[in-house]
């Protein structure tokens, strides 16, 4: 009877002979679902970090009036590597790696219908991210043409942006192509799609907006390349192309409806993997079945389906006609039905539930207050003749970190903390993890609520150097200190987090059979 167990001694000797050699080919070369998506949180997190010490910096300088840390560039630099990493190398491919993580299990496949085409997706993100940081493009996240053009930004920053952005957007793709096939074909005999958790319901609704919406911005992107490079006209009037092709002039504005028309979608492409974990985690942490499942799952579809009709809401002051404009202040609006569909179905499982108030809990409740504030601002946004003045100014980092934070983060803790046990096979620090939620809520709170009244104020967004504003506004001056000291404070309560979570993966007491019992 001996025999097994020295096999297994045998193994685990086998596992800690392995080199660290071995242990890199092993992960460099791995097809596995699980693998690919450990890859993914582990990549994410990292640009996380270092997105974050780029926001640090930021506040840092904005703490007090005038030049202090940063020159005026390398501010230009930090906000712009700030947003686009965020955006395009921390919460779309976070969420990615939960996916390829839990959509196979939870659909009864064994892994994605395309392994090597997964890997080869997280793999695109390596070189992407380097271009990107090497890059350090000072052109904001949305690249606006004319700016992008070589006439007023030469350098090779731009090309490296737009290429790691393409290669971002190629990864995308393959992805929600991927999850697309392996959820139509790949479940488990029985399973229709009523009976699918809306979790697996989000990341379809995300994947289809993904393979309608990225092609496009890979196209603009690649436009704006050759604009740079060969000297095409789409987005530029003046110079070369004035004289060349004075019938056929190019069209900045063309860049924003191209980019919007992707970016405005990609704001759902971050939130609703977040409003799939949310639909998880909330059952089963208040002991109740999800109130509404079919309405949830019709209500993700609905938000996608709109998220396509609104893109001109970023365009309100570009020059277009009001007959253009109204449709989409209207249509915009209409985002707050499924919305408010899913916030108050959401209020319904939590009623009279024997609630767990366990960390994954506390982030679920979170997103749903913190993105119904970023939800509430954007409304105001959406009026045409208010956002004549919001437009441009802070009340807008208000409004989109309440939406990314508030909403895309918060709702990825919350699936941290929930699969946590299901991933490591060990429980994290229950008490810290309740400390990291407070110290985030009250950071979170204090960094960017009072950007609201720093836009409303008059200050715009992408400043660098608030002297002149602040003898006008004098107000500038505490609130600008007063969401520095919160910037400083939701960074360093971020590493309880990634305390917690490196030291439970290896110390934590082993997960019982339902860690939420
Ligand atoms: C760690 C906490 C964070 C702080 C303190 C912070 C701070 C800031 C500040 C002050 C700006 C405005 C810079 C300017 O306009 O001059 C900014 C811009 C931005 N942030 Fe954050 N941020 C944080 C986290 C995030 C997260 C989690 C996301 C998205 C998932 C995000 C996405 C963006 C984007 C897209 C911009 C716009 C960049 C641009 O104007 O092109 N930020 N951030
Ligand atoms: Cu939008």
Redo the contacts with the bound molecule.
């Keep these: 009877m001996a025999y097994p167990t020295v096999v297994k001694v045998r193994e685990e000797a086998a596992l800690e002979a392995r080199t660290w050699r071995e242990v890199a080919y092993h992960w460099m070369t791995t097809t596995n679902h699980k693998e690919i998506g450990i890859l993914y949180i582990v990549f994410s997190f990292t640009f ?1 970090v270092l ?2 010490l780029l ?2 910096f ?2 840092a300088e ?1 703490a007090t009036p005038g030049p202090t840390i940063l020159d005026e560039s390398r ?1 230009a630099q930090f ?2 590597t ?3 990493s ?2 395009f190398l ?2 779309i491919p976070v969420f990615v790696g939960f996916a390829n993580y839990f959509v196979p299990p939870l659909i009864g496949a064994k892994d994605m219908a395309f392994p090597r085409i997964n890997a080869l997706g997280f793999w695109m993100l390596l070189p992407a991210a380097a271009m990107i940081w090497i890059g350090q493009a000072d052109v ?3 690249g606006y043409a004319p700016l992008t053009n070589r006439i007023y930004t030469p350098g090779s920053g731009v090309d490296l942006w737009l290429a790691g952005l393409i290669m971002v957007g190629t990864s995308s793709i393959l992805g929600g192509v991927n999850f697309l096939v392996t959820i139509f074909k790949l479940r488990r005999p029985g399973l229709t799609f009523w009976k699918m958790p809306l979790f697996v319901w989000a990341m379809m609704a995300t994947s289809v907006m993904v393979v309608m919406a990225t092609p496009v911005l890979a196209g603009a992107l690649t436009l704006a390349f050759l604009d740079r490079n060969i000297g095409t006209c789409f987005f530029l009037t003046t110079g070369a192309c004035a004289a060349h092709s004075p019938g056929n002039p190019g069209d900045p504005i063309l860049w924003q409806h191209l980019f919007w028309f992707y970016s405005h979608p990609a704001v759902y492409i ?1 939130v609703l993997p977040a409003m799939g974990v949310v639909n998880e985690v909330i059952p089963k942490m208040v002991r109740k079945p999800l109130y509404g499942y079919k309405a949830m799952a019709l209500a993700l579809f609905g938000i996608a389906l709109i998220g396509f009709l609104v893109w001109v809401h970023h365009m309100f002051t570009t020059g277009l006609s009001l007959t253009a404009r109204a449709p989409f202040m209207f249509a915009t609006m209409a985002v707050a039905i499924p919305t408010g569909v899913k916030i108050f179905n959401w209020l319904a499982t939590i009623w009279r539930g024997s609630i767990n108030f366990r960390t994954p809990l506390l982030f679920a409740v979170g997103f749903i207050a913190l993105f119904t504030i970023g939800g509430i601002t954007g409304v105001y946004q959406a009026s045409i003749p208010v956002d004549y003045k919001l437009q441009e100014s ?1 009340w807008v ?1 208000a409004h ?2 309440y939406v ?2 508030g909403g ?2 918060m709702g990825l803790f919350a699936a941290a903390y929930f699969w946590f046990p299901t991933i490591t096979g060990r429980m994290y620090n229950e008490r810290l993890g309740q400390i990291h939620f407070l110290a985030t809520l009250v950071g ?1 709170n204090l ?2 609520f009072p ?1 609201h009244f720093i836009g409303l104020s008059g200050m715009l ?4 150097d608030y002297t002149n504003e602040i003898a006008f506004w004098p107000e500038l001056g505490p609130l600008n200190l007063l ?1 520095s000291i ?2 400083f404070l ?2 360093a309560s ?1 590493l309880i987090f990634f305390y917690n979570v490196i030291v439970s993966r290896y110390k934590g007491k082993p997960a019982p059979a339902d860690p939420w019992a």
């Design positions: 996380f997105a974050g926001a640090m930021i506040r904005l501010y906000f712009s700030h947003g686009t965020m955006i921390f919460i904001g996240w949305t971050m802070y980092v989109l970190h990314l934070f895309s983060v979170m960094t960017f950007m967004r992408r400043t660098f969401s919160g910037a939701l960074g971020q």
